[in-house]
């Protein structure tokens, strides 16, 4: 029984270490076969293995030094091999962290600032469902494209939800699990569904917002 106790254990720690080395022999960087495919793939940038589902890699640029955790879904487009009409669809600047998990799916404009940093799970996107009309299910009808745009050194909390038309400034922190429908101004902190800035520095110092007051448009 011991020695078929001891053959388990060499054998589970030799998977787990070829398992390793096979995930970092998989991350995709800009030389690699996958990282050619995306319109811009800078230096020192990294998409970690497993990635998840996505397409439209030649309508994204992606910063240096830019690190994308795995199973992180980038997209442009409904599907593969869609013309888009903007380019990049989506671009993610320099030295940015995008945490494991997260969905960035882009159709009309998409723009993560330098330095911008996610925590797990977090979902981006610039389009949403019509639901206008009552005679069609929602999913079916024509949906509406509003840019997003992420200013530089933000941080969004994990679970965070950016929807389409969302603009948020320099230096914002969003926090988890927050859901923002609106413009956010830089040096703020915003939390909640709908999310609310709580905090803002006013040149001098952080300031308490009235926790009924909504400073996002």
Known sequence: MGIKIKIQTLTASLFRRLSTALTRMSIIGPDS???????????????????????????????????????????????????????PVVKIGDRCLIGRGSSIIGHWSIEIG??????????????????????????????????????????????????????????VVVGSNSVVTGDVPDNSVVVGAPGRVIRQHDGNGWQRKHRFTSNIE
């Open 114 to 171: 330098d330095d911008v940093f996610t925590g797990m799970n977090v979902y981006i996107t610039d389009q949403n469902h019509g639901y206008e009309n009552l005679e069609e299910p929602i999913g079916t009808q024509t949906p509406n494209e509003e840019a997003v745009s992420i200013g530089e050194g933000s941080w969004i909390g994990s679970g965070a939800v950016i929807l389409p038309g969302v603009k948020i400034g320099k230096h």
């Open 33 to 87: 076969r996958e990282g050619r495919r995306f319109g811009r793939f800078g230096e020192g940038s990294a998409i970690g293995w497993p990635t998840g589902a996505g397409f439209g890699e030649e309508w994204i640029w992606i910063g240096e030094n830019t690190m994308i955790s795995s199973y992180v879904t980038l997209s442009a487009g409904m599907g593969p091999n869609q013309e888009m009409l903007t380019n």
